[in-house]
């Protein structure tokens, strides 16, 4: 959708589709800051963090991603629906190590 088709649509009972694609290259720092935002909550303590997140050794993705996603509000929007799920990873991509893209240096000519 491009900005112009959005004069189009009429400002109420339209419903829109925001996605956020993200891979997760730290665990535990994604745990470490979701913990961080659930312990800001009212009451929360250790224990619920930990219920709610699982353990940093081995966290629930998801959870995480969703404490830290979650839009606290939309300026006159109501949220509707939110969920987080695992995407399938393309078996055509294949990582290569950091070292593998940066160029080899050349050894000076002599001469």
């Given at each position: ?48 963090v930990l219920d709610t997140l699982g353990p940093r050794e081995d ?24 969920s987080v799920d695992v995407a399938p990873v393309s078996a ?20």
């Open positions: 959708m491009n900005l112009r088709d959005v004069s189009n649509v009429p400002a109420t009972k339209a419903a829109f589709t925001a996605t956020l694609t993200l891979t997760v290259e730290d665990a535990r720092a994604l745990w470490t800051a979701a913990a961080d935002k659930a312990m800001q909550a009212p009451g929360m303590t250790l224990s619920d966290p629930s993705i998801a959870d995480c991603i969703a404490m830290l996603v979650v839009p606290a509000g939309v300026a006159g929007c109501a949220l509707d629906d939110f055509d991509v294949i990582p290569l190590p950091v070292e593998a893209c940066r160029p080899a240096l050349m050894p000076a000519a002599n001469g």
